[in-house]
Every structure is written in C-alpha cells, then in structure tokens.
C-alpha cells in the first residue's frame, strides 16, 4: 500500500526525498485568489457566492445567532461534553506554564530594557469542517488565545448543510464552553479572506490562526501581511521512527488515524526493519479495510506524499525525519525518549507505544495546530506566544545616554547617516 522508498546502503541527501501532496499549496494560491479578491471588495455578497459554491449552503447572515450556540450547548451529549472538559482542562494546565514573564534588563546603571508581552487585540480563529468536524480545535485556538489575553476572539467554521447551515453543533457548544461569542458560519478561502478584509458584521481581525485544507492554507499564505498569520498548518502529517521493538498494530494504526483526516494527508514510516515494513503493509491491508473512512485513508496512504522508507540504522532514519520535519513524529523504538530528545524538525514528537499522535489531537494538553509541509523546520505550533508580541520599553536617562554617544556617533557614521548621530550628540552641545 505504501510507496518503498529504499535508502540502505545509499548516502544520498534525505531533503526532498518525501514528496509532499501532489496540490502544491502555490498552485492553490491561484485558484482562491479570485475568491479572496472578490471578498475585498464584494465582502458579503462574494462570502455568500462562494458558500453556494464551495459548501452548497445559501447564506442569509454571516454571524452564528446567540441562540443557536446556547442551544447547541444545551443540547449537547453528556459524554462529548465530559471529554471536551478534560480537554480544555489538560490543554489549559499545559498552556498556562506557557505564558511569558516580562523581564527588564538594568544594561548599564541608568539604562534599561524592558521586554513586555502584549496581546494581540482581536483573532479570528478559523476551525475546519469539510470532511471532519473538529470542535476540540476550537480547544486548541481557543485555550492559548485566552491564555495570552486576547480581548476580542472570532471563530470561523464552514456551514453545514445538515445543520441548517450553520456551522457543525458540537463546534458551536465547544465554543459555548469557553465563552466565545462572535462566530460566523464561512469556511475555506472565503472565512480567511473575510477575517483579513472584514465584511458586514465582522471587524477584520489583527492575526488569523488555526489549520485547515489546501484552500484555507492557500489563503492564508496569500493574506500574509495583511494580517498576521501563524504557521501552515495544513493537511496532516504523521512520521513514524520504528525499529524492530515496535509493534506493527500500533504503527499502522497511527499510519491511519492521520490518513482519516485528508486524502492529501501523509503517513510515513522510517525504519531500519524490512520485516517491520512487511508486518506494517499486513496490518495496514486488514486495517484500512475495516475501518469508517477507507475510501480516503487509502487515497492518503497510496498517494505520493505516504510511503515506507528503509534506512541503515536509527542514526539515518533520524537524518530521514529530519529532513522531513513531520507535522507530527512519533518514536516507536528502544531508548525511545532519548531518540526524541535529539530531534530537530517536528511539529511535535510522541514518545513510545502509549504516547499516539490520537492522544495529543485530543487530551495529552500539547497543541494540535502544528506545522506541515516542512515549515517545522522554521515554526512552531500554536501556543500562548503565537498570541504575545514583545515590545520593548527602552528607558536610558542623561548620563547613560551621554556615557554611550560616542559609540553611537560612530556607527551612524559607518552608516553615512549623520542625522542619526546628531539626534544624539545635540542632546549634549
Ligand atoms: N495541521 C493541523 O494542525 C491540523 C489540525 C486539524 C486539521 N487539519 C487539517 O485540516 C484540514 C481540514 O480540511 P476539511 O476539508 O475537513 O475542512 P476545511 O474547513 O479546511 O475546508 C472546507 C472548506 O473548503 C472549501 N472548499 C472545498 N472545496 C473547495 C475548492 N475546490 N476550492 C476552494 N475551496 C474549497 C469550502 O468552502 C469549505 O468550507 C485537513 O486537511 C486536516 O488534515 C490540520
Ligand atoms: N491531527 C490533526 C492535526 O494535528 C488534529 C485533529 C483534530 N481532530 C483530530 N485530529
Ligand atoms: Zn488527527
């Protein structure tokens, strides 16, 4: 079912070796930037054009009624609401010990710096719902944005045409949860597109957060700037480091588990075990058939951006991921938590057979907006600094200015910006 990819006894560079999906996120980009464009300036009209289109769903507002995520609270499951309650619980606990203290510098006597984390005003928080609903993302937006101090938070969900096209009901009620308010019913390209520019009832926000398919990390890759944007985090990745002590229903499970989400979605095994690959295929052939969403999992898992890669020894498979920087690696060996330590790219790292990607997509308390498409090589995921900017607080008075003037005179010099330098040195004529 996978691709093989066979790096035993081979010292080519693992960089691009893994191809990511097939719908490269440029090419995206061209298709939605109509959509994005018309929202400018259209706003509501073009939202409403592309809904019809896209979600099949005739809007007649953008924003969800009050009433409607009260009663979706009201009649939400017993059980789901337990759950989601553990989780924002975990996922608070972790996210508190995240927040920043300010810290002032005394750089000579006289002269400080002090760097202050101040909150971004106003987020729009984008949670998916195309092929899954997702109200534990509304966890994961929600929890570290509030953490921070964010005043005025936004969510955007698809509308569903099975809920009179309002967004998916346990979205709703997991907003409810946490006291959010403002949520509109637009999904894909077009929620982006309306949080960056605005549109009727929605203020444009300062920074857009949260995942979704190659429409809405297209559209966020083009709104870059216009708004402030977290990383990519598009369709999921799931990298497995395995040896031999790995069991191979484990390894294939969690292989499935992200291939659920996307057909664009990665799975990928490292390892230095032929027989591991072997036993993995079997389980993957006996699970797939068995479970909900064969028909995509097997897309995801046969499409280019999946595959089983044979490497040397650990050594080299950890070179392998990386190289890949999975959204998400787990490590299924010996010694598992010391491989983990001595990983460089991933979005974030699993360790041993009790820590599954699953755990941390619902209640581990670690974040599940996390990067794909290599960007773990630069980002990080989602957490309370995502929300935080430092500002710093430069406070020198008249004779730690006057002891450093010189210096300054100097480098504004070196520049050939005199001016610079006279703002100074005028101070002291
Ligand atoms: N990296 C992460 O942290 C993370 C977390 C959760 C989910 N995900 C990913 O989020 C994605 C969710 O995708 P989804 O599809 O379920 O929901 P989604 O909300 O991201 O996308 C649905 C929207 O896509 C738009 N759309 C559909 N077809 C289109 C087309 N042809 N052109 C333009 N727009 C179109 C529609 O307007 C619809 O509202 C998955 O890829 C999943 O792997 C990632
Ligand atoms: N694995 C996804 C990307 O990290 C998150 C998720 C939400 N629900 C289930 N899974
Ligand atoms: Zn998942």
Redesign the pocket.
């Known amino acids: 079912m996978l691709n093989r990819i066979d790096l035993r006894g081979s010292a080519t560079d693992p960089r691009g070796l893994l191809p990511r999906a097939q719908l490269d996120v440029s090419v995206a980009v061209d298709?939605?930037r109509p959509?994005v464009e018309a929202v400018r300036e259209h706003g509501f009209a073009a939202i409403r054009e592309?809904?019809e289109r896209?979600?099949g769903v005739r809007l007649e507002r953008l924003r969800v009624p009050a009433e409607a995520i009260a009663a979706a609270a009201d009649t939400l499951d017993p059980e789901v609401r337990a759950a989601l309650t553990e989780a924002i619980t975990r996922v608070r606990k972790v996210h508190a010990d995240q927040r920043r203290a300010e810290v002032t510098t005394q750089v000579v006597p006289g002269g400080s710096v002090t760097e202050r984390w101040v909150p971004v005003s106003r987020v729009g928080l984008y949670v998916?719902?195309?092929?899954?609903m997702?109200p534990s993302?509304v966890v994961m937006n929600v929890v570290p944005a509030q953490v921070a101090g964010v005043d005025s938070l936004v969510i955007a969900s698809?509308p569903q045409v099975d809920n009179g096209g309002l967004p998916d009901a346990r979205v709703l009620a997991a907003c409810a949860l946490l006291g959010v308010e403002e949520v509109y019913a637009v999904?894909?390209?077009?929620a982006i597109a309306m949080l960056a520019y605005g549109a009727e009832e929605c203020r444009p926000v300062d920074m857009v957060t949260g995942?979704?398919?190659i429409?809405?990390t297209a559209a966020k890759r083009l709104l870059r700037g216009v708004v402030g944007i977290d990383a990519e985090?598009?369709?999921?990745e799931i990298a497995i480091l395995a040896d031999d002590t790995a069991d191979p229903v484990h390894v294939a499970a969690d292989l499935i588990s992200q291939a659920e989400?996307?057909p664009?979605?990665a799975s990928v095994l490292v390892t230095p075990s032929q027989a591991l690959v072997e036993a993995v295929e079997r389980e993957l052939t006996r699970q797939v058939a068995a479970t909900k969403h064969s028909a995509r999992i097997t897309e995801a898992l046969t499409g280019p951006q999946s595959g089983a890669v044979l490497v040397d020894d650990l050594a080299a498979g950890l070179r392998v991921v990386d190289a890949y920087a999975a959204?998400h690696l787990e490590i299924q060996t010996v010694d598992a938590r010391e491989w983990a330590m001595r990983v460089r790219n991933a979005g974030a790292v699993f360790v041993g057979a009790y820590s599954p990607v699953s755990l941390g997509d619902y209640c581990a308390g670690s974040n599940?907006?996390?990067p794909?498409g290599g960007c773990a090589r630069h980002s990080s995921g989602l957490s309370v600094q995502t929300f935080l900017r430092g500002i710093h607080i430069v406070d020198y008075d008249e004779a730690a200015l006057r002891d450093v003037a010189g210096h300054v005179v100097t480098l504004a010099n070196v520049e050939d910006l005199p001016a610079h330098g006279e703002a100074v040195s005028v101070r002291f004529a």
């Open positions: 298709k939605i959509v592309a809904t896209f979600d998916p719902g195309g092929l899954a997702y993302t698809p999904g894909g390209a077009q995942p979704g398919n429409w809405v985090a598009g369709p999921t989400h996307d664009l979605a959204e599940h907006v996390l794909t």
